[in-house]
């Protein structure tokens, strides 16, 4: 049975990879097993009767997200949990509350036709090119368009990480390309923005998608330099403690701090570019855009003046 584009038993071995198995015994028939793809670990089919070391840890060779596979029926179970595993304790609020539920959809679908996250990411690339121009034409139904268009990139967004996940397809040139690539269409929006709203706007936009371009910048140039291209989320500003997890920095709950550094996120600030521009009130989007750029931007300058300080002590 398939889950999520790949055999149960494939599955199995690729998350007992991932757990850190570099061998592994395949106790049972291997004439009614699948073929089996290259995988990272070495795989050894053995008889259902065959003693196996006594140190090997036993593994359900049936159980995919803590779900017995036996049919149909609970094929789909475990499918349906295996996907909500995407849902991370650290999502944002456009994630947790909207974004997923879609994505999530549109992933299954992805593992079902093939693709490949690198694929997905690309296609998001350019839907969000798409939306920057949309935007930059400064009409009504440009506007609603580039809104549309952004509220797309932003589910696929999501999508490429989970298919990531799902297809154990993880590579650093992959995050790299998904994350420096937000960044950039992030900024391009809202330079578009004010561009297709004009006049006085139009600088006030662009001004600001210089402004957080150059906070994307230093940050990726900082990840950079510590060996983890595109890792944006390996940066840690002044503020946060060292040993913190990812749940700890960048905790949603419905808390007034919460909620604040909520907008911050590119996937609750995409949700609002986008609501706004198919409202055609794109000054909303702008707004918060302006607003993201200078919080952004003094954040960048308090860092660099605190971690010099604490250099000099």
Excluded at 112 to 130: E, K, Y
Excluded at 228 to 241: N, Y
Aim: contains cysteine; aromatic residues 8%; neutral net charge.
């Amino acid at each position: 049975m398939v889950i999520g584009g790949m055999t149960v038993a494939e599955r199995v071995l690729r998350d007992a990879a991932r757990s850190g198995a570099s061998r592994a015994i395949v106790r049972g028939d291997g004439a009614v097993l699948p073929s089996l793809a290259a995988l990272p670990l070495a795989v050894e089919i053995v008889g259902g009767d065959t003693a196996v070391p006594a140190h090997a840890a036993p593994i359900d060779g049936d159980v995919v997200a803590g779900v017995k596979v036996s049919d149909e029926a609970s094929r789909r179970r475990a499918a349906h949990a295996l996907f909500q595993t995407c849902r991370r304790p650290y999502d944002g609020l456009g994630d947790r509350y909207v974004i997923r539920a879609v994505s999530l959809r549109m992933t299954s679908l992805f593992c079902r036709l093939g693709l490949t996250p690198n694929q997905v990411t690309s296609a998001n690339i350019l839907i969000g090119l798409a939306a920057c121009y949309a935007a930059a034409l400064g009409t009504a139904l440009g506007f609603v368009l580039a809104g549309a268009l952004m509220f797309v990139q932003v589910v696929l967004d999501s999508s490429d990480g989970e298919l990531a996940r799902i297809r154990h397809m993880h590579s650093r040139f992959g995050m790299w390309l998904d994350n420096t690539s937000d960044d950039v269409i992030d900024n391009l929006f809202l330079a578009a923005l004010g561009i297709g709203m004009g006049g006085t706007w139009m600088w006030i936009g662009v001004g600001a998608a210089a402004l957080r371009g150059f906070v994307a910048l230093w940050t990726h140039t900082a990840v950079a330099l510590m060996g983890k291209p595109g890792d944006v989320l390996a940066f840690k500003w002044w503020f946060d403690g060292a040993d913190e997890t990812l749940a700890e920095r960048f905790d949603t709950k419905t808390s007034f701090v919460g909620v604040l550094r909520s907008v911050g996120r590119r996937d609750l600030y995409c949700l609002i570019y986008a609501a706004s521009c198919m409202a055609t009130v794109p000054v909303a989007g702008l707004f918060i855009g302006v607003a993201n750029a200078i919080v952004h931007f003094a954040l960048l300058v308090a860092h660099v003046a605190i971690t010099a300080g604490r250099g000099r002590s």
